[in-house]
């Protein structure tokens, strides 16, 4: 079945190109051959598209206990894995205990994955997720939810000292997404290094991986913006490996973030009606924001930005810039009309885009809606009015889709 026949028959739906998912590993693998990449699953954990990453050879940034069991489906073994979350519940620690590397992002957490491992006789290795006293900008650190605060290091030493059954080995630092700009992501990764060698300083701390979280951002914007020099960041972290491998000896980790899936998604959805009111005309397609949210958001928060009634900045994952999505009507129409497109949900904000002057339409064409492959299917509001949910279909290199 050729793209066209496809479209019509399973639209709405998302489809997530392999060649373009391989394609962005090879870009990391390449230009930073000695660090290792943990794909983040809250980013799109489609199976299909988890499993494309693992055969490259990623582990997983899991950011729940369902993460954590997606990352095993695709067949990554537990060293693989990297738990690291805010407000685990008992539950969480007990069912992830020896299926992954947990992060303890509190001092509690600390003490709960403690008394499991004395529970079950056993040392516990584990990680500790620090809120440095550096952003991704500047030496200023700031108040998160995410982490033990650099400052309270002393303490962590001496909650270490206590917990007889957990053993410290890595480090998990993660301050902001979605960075362009190579010298702010090489920057961060020589902070976070320098950070790990403080740690590894402490009393019951012996660092064998650091991960550096994320930053590495996607290109929304192509026709503003600039993707990451991945060369020029290659040759920033040089002093890094060179350190690392004279000291410490660690694992380096990055998560990929968006990188690895953003451009490769895209959401396609059907016209289901079409009308005129007060001389605007209206493109009404199926599963508007409740198939694929962020363009909604983003259209509200431009419009919102533009009548001067807010300061806007990334508001991430929901909203990252202005001109995030490329909206197309597939057809050869060379007549062009300005409409909006807008959702079949009961209620106004359901948005698309305004005022946007695209190919004459008519109800059975396809729109198109690029940069769907992250924070899109697993961050929309798909229950909403209870409507038949969007597909999600995996664009194999030969051509099949599945």
């Known amino acids: 079945m050729n793209r066209e026949n496809f479209l019509k028959e399973h639209a709405p739906c998302y489809i997530y190109n392999q060649r373009e998912i391989i394609d962005q590993c090879n870009k990391l693998k390449t230009a930073l051959k000695d660090f290792k990449f943990l794909y983040s699953i809250k980013t799109n954990p489609f199976p299909a598209v988890v499993h494309e990453v693992y055969e490259q050879g990623f582990g997983s940034d ?7 069991r997606i990352s095993a489906d695709s067949g990554m073994s537990p060293n693989q894995i990297f738990y690291s979350a805010p407000g685990k519940t008992d539950r969480d620690i007990i069912e992830c205990y020896g299926k992954c590397v947990m992060t303890a992002d509190s001092f509690w957490d600390i003490h709960r994955m403690n008394k499991e491992a004395e529970n079950r006789g056993e040392i516990l290795k584990i990680a500790v997720r620090i809120n440095p006293n550096f952003s991704m900008t500047d030496e200023v650190g700031n108040p998160a939810k995410f982490g033990i ?21 890595g480090i998990h630092v993660h301050v902001r997404s979605q960075i362009l700009d190579y010298k702010l992501i090489g920057q961060y990764y020589i902070r976070c290094f320098k950070l790990a060698q403080k740690i ?3 009393e019951n701390v012996n660092i064998e991986f650091i991960n ?7 290109l929304y914007d192509k026709a503003k913006d600039k993707p990451v020099d991945l060369e020029k960041l290659s040759e920033m972290v040089v ?5 690392n491998k004279e000291t410490l000896n660690a694992e380096l980790y990055i998560e990929t973030g968006r990188f690895v899936v953003c451009n490769a998604g895209t959401y396609y ?11 605007k005309k209206y493109l009404i397609v199926q599963n508007g924001m409740n198939g694929f949210l962020r363009p909604t958001i983003s ?23 202005e001109n995030e999505f490329e909206v197309r009507i597939l057809n050869n129409s060379k007549k062009i009309e300005k409409v909006d497109i807008v959702g ?18 008519e109800i059975g064409d396809i729109v198109e809606i690029t940069n769907a492959g992250s924070y899109a299917y697993s961050l929309s509001p798909l229950f909403f009015a209870s409507h038949d949910l969007p597909g999600e279909y995996y664009s194999l290199i030969d051509g099949n889709i599945l």
Request: overall charge negative; charged content about 30%.
């Open 149 to 169: 605060d650099e400052d309270r290091l002393p303490e962590l030493e001496k909650v270490l000292s206590e917990c007889f059954n957990v053993e410290m080995i």
């Open 239 to 243: 002093e890094i490996v060179r350190e």
């Open 212 to 218: 550096f979280g994320s930053g590495i951002g996607a």
């Open 299 to 321: 259209n509200m928060l431009n419009k919102m930005k533009a009548a001067g009634e807010l300061s806007l900045t990334e508001q991430e994952p929901l909203y990252t810039k």
């Open 344 to 361: 079949n949900l009961c209620t106004s904000m359901d948005i698309i885009c305004e005022d946007k002057e695209l190919p004459y339409a």
């Open 62 to 68: 899991a950011a729940s206990a369902n993460e954590v």
């Open 200 to 202: 590894n300083n402490l």
């Open 269 to 279: 959805t059907r016209i289901v009606d079409i009308k005129v009111s007060h001389g």
